[in-house]
């Protein structure tokens, strides 16, 4: 292995996958918005926020599944439960393969060995009832849990690691039946966020990320079309109600940074090139 990535060079390599990702969209019909910290990146700062290693677009269910139906490209690898056995995520990547490789994440996402990545989102149909959304996604959580848990047992085993380290992987490994439970809740999460027929509510949602922050429920009249947007010199798309998921995903004044102390990676991962 050569040079590890700094942030700029996995926001580089990222802008290279999220870039194809565009043109086959734009030349197949298929909707895309760039979301979470990406989409507030191209508002805020017309580009990657700077200390961001990370790149997050999402689709509207039947714009996500036509993309995995579909999708190809002569650079990158598309990864999703639907079309890769190696990979345990409820909702997609496009990976670089070639170039770059991840030595280490926190929450490791499939056995095989990848580098730079874009995650893809499914936005499902939830209920116009504000109280079953919640439910739904309490269900979530309660299932991300022992899903996030069994993802650690596919941690590098090393002998140069702590005593720790090793017994723990160990544990997990038990515990987990080799990691091989991750499966079994991926799919469990997936069944729970899509509940509602698509197109049969007002609402639409993220339900497929076990995350506290990305409880976000919005009205289907944010997505009826898509804009383009100024990111690192080119137009890329985002949903016509960008400003309203900003404001229900960072709160009123997501256009100030926050302080210094809290402008750093988030994600954990160390990305070599090869």
């Given at each position: 292995?050569?040079?590890?990535?700094?942030?700029?060079?996995?926001?580089?390599e990222?802008?290279?996958?999220?870039?194809?990702?565009?043109d086959?969209?734009?030349?197949?019909?298929?909707?895309?918005?760039?979301?979470?910290?990406?989409?507030?990146?191209?508002?805020?700062?017309?580009?990657?926020?700077?200390?961001?290693?990370?790149?997050?677009?999402?689709?509207?269910?039947?714009?996500?599944?036509?993309?995995?139906?579909?999708?190809?490209?002569?650079?990158y690898?598309?990864?999703?439960?639907?079309?890769?056995?190696?990979y345990?995520?409820?909702?997609?990547?496009?990976?670089?393969?070639?170039?770059?490789?991840?030595?280490?994440?926190?929450?490791?996402?499939?056995?095989?060995?990848?580098?730079?990545?874009?995650?893809?989102?499914?936005?499902?149909?939830?209920?116009?009832?504000?109280?079953?959304y919640?439910?739904?996604?309490?269900?979530?959580?309660?299932?991300?849990?022992?899903?996030?848990?069994?993802?650690?047992?596919?941690?590098?085993?090393?002998?140069?690691?702590?005593?720790?380290?090793?017994?723990?992987?160990?544990?997990?490994?038990?515990?987990?039946?080799?990691?091989?439970?991750?499966?079994?809740?991926?799919?469990?999460?997936?069944?729970?966020?899509?509940?509602?027929?698509?197109?049969?509510?007002?609402?639409?949602?993220?339900?497929?990320?076990?995350?506290?922050?990305?409880?976000?429920?919005?009205?289907?009249?944010?997505?009826?079309?898509?804009?383009?947007?100024?990111?690192?010199?080119?137009k890329?798309?985002?949903?016509?109600?960008?400003?309203?998921?900003?404001?229900?995903?960072?709160?009123?004044?997501?256009?100030?940074?926050?302080?210094?102390?809290?402008?750093?990676?988030?994600?954990?991962?160390?990305?070599?090139?090869?």
């Amino acid at each position: 292995m050569n040079r590890q990535l700094s942030v700029r060079d996995i926001q580089e390599e990222s802008l290279k996958i999220l870039l194809d990702v565009h043109d086959f969209c734009m030349s197949n019909g298929i909707r895309y918005s760039m979301s979470g910290g990406t989409l507030l990146g191209a508002v805020r700062h017309k580009g990657f926020i700077p200390w961001d290693d990370d790149v997050d677009i999402f689709m509207l269910r039947p714009d996500y599944d036509k993309f995995l139906a579909t999708y190809s490209s002569q650079k990158y690898k598309l990864m999703s439960m639907e079309t890769d056995k190696d990979y345990f995520l409820p909702y997609a990547h496009v990976v670089d393969m070639e170039r770059t490789v991840m030595t280490y994440n926190y929450y490791p996402f499939s056995k095989q060995d990848c580098g730079v990545k874009i995650d893809i989102f499914p936005i499902e149909s939830v209920s116009d009832n504000a109280e079953d959304y919640d439910r739904q996604f309490e269900r979530c959580l309660a299932l991300g849990k022992p899903f996030l848990y069994a993802r650690k047992a596919y941690w590098k085993f090393s002998w140069s690691k702590s005593p720790k380290y090793k017994v723990q992987l160990l544990l997990k490994k038990i515990k987990t039946f080799n990691g091989r439970s991750a499966y079994y809740y991926c799919h469990k999460i997936d069944e729970n966020a899509r509940q509602w027929s698509f197109g049969s509510t007002s609402y639409y949602g993220l339900v497929c990320l076990p995350l506290a922050r990305t409880k976000q429920r919005f009205h289907k009249e944010n997505f009826t079309h898509t804009v383009l947007l100024d990111f690192e010199g080119h137009k890329l798309c985002a949903m016509n109600g960008y400003e309203n998921l900003l404001q229900i995903a960072f709160g009123p004044d997501y256009m100030t940074p926050p302080p210094p102390e809290q402008q750093k990676p988030v994600h954990g991962m160390e990305l070599f090139y090869k």
